[in-house]
């Protein structure tokens, strides 16, 4: 199993050939690795990712000395989760980095986030009752629920259908399809509406192997930049120095003409 976590950006749609798809956008990683639970130590396997950013003042001393363990480089990861897989490959190490190049195009996923909360409905918007007929003496009465149980017991039963808080619930939609991947900006285009609002987290999975790449490949990258800015700053050194030199010389001969 493969997964990643994300944030929603917004809805907008592409174009396959002559047909207009419309995709979810996601802002997909990266992922840290904080922390892997093993059935030793633990009793269970699973791999504690850390997605998002927020400030340091809002992060618990607990939390941030964990993330500092870990080695990631950022202490200030807005969102904490653990994934359960069945079994624990030996690439997997804390501190590796999960990004979207783990999905390809025409995966299928399953994505889940928490609902829109709509405050207090009515049993039609909610559980998406009929209502009433609006003829023959009913008057006001077209949205309402009409009868709620039997006269004996005198009181509701649990679980019995009526208007009351919607949203806010924990929703899976299965089966979407990754459409495009932005390697370069981590972002991917899911087919069709994921649930929650913009900036909503949301948790991705699908079939096939994790792909996790090592924190060194970062730092290699880190490094190839500082040699890359130390070449540049030598460079202008080097200018500025000859610069220097050719103003001094063309002194040196005014004076001697002047002699």
């Not at 749609?13 to 093993?38: E, F, H, L, M, S």
């Not at 991705?204 to 994790?210: E, F, P, V, Y």
Request: glycine share 10%; charged share 30%.
């Amino acid at each position: 199993m493969k997964f990643i976590l994300g944030k929603k950006v917004n809805m907008t749609q592409v174009w396959d050939n002559d047909k207009v798809i419309a995709v979810t956008k996601v802002q997909a990683g990266p992922c840290y690795i904080t922390q892997i639970r093993n059935t030793e130590k633990d009793s269970y396997q699973a791999i504690q990712v850390a997605f998002g950013e927020k400030k340091v003042k809002n992060i618990s001393k607990p939390v941030r000395g964990h993330l500092k363990k870990a080695g990631i480089e950022k202490e200030n990861a807005r969102h904490i989760k653990e994934f359960r897989v069945s079994e624990l490959k030996p690439e997997i190490n804390i501190g590796g980095i999960i990004d979207v190049s783990t999905f390809k195009k025409g995966d299928i996923i399953d994505v889940t986030g928490i609902s829109k909360g709509k405050g207090f409905q009515g049993s039609v918007k909610r559980h998406h009752f009929s209502g009433h007929k609006s003829t023959h003496g009913n008057k006001d009465q077209e949205r309402t629920s009409g009868s709620v149980g039997a006269k004996g017991p005198a009181r509701i039963f649990k679980g019995t259908r009526m208007p009351g808080r919607m949203g806010g619930d924990q929703v899976t939609v299965k089966n979407l399809e990754v459409v495009e991947i932005d390697l370069e900006n981590n972002v991917l285009l899911i087919k069709g509406a994921v649930p929650g609002c913009e900036g909503g987290l949301l948790v991705i999975k699908g079939n096939g192997d994790l792909v996790v790449k090592d924190k060194s490949i970062k730092t290699e990258d880190k490094v190839v930049m500082e040699s890359e800015e130390n070449i540049s700053n030598d460079t202008d050194n080097k200018v500025e120095e000859v610069k220097e030199n050719t103003t001094i010389s063309e002194s040196e001969i005014e004076t001697e003409e002047k002699k």
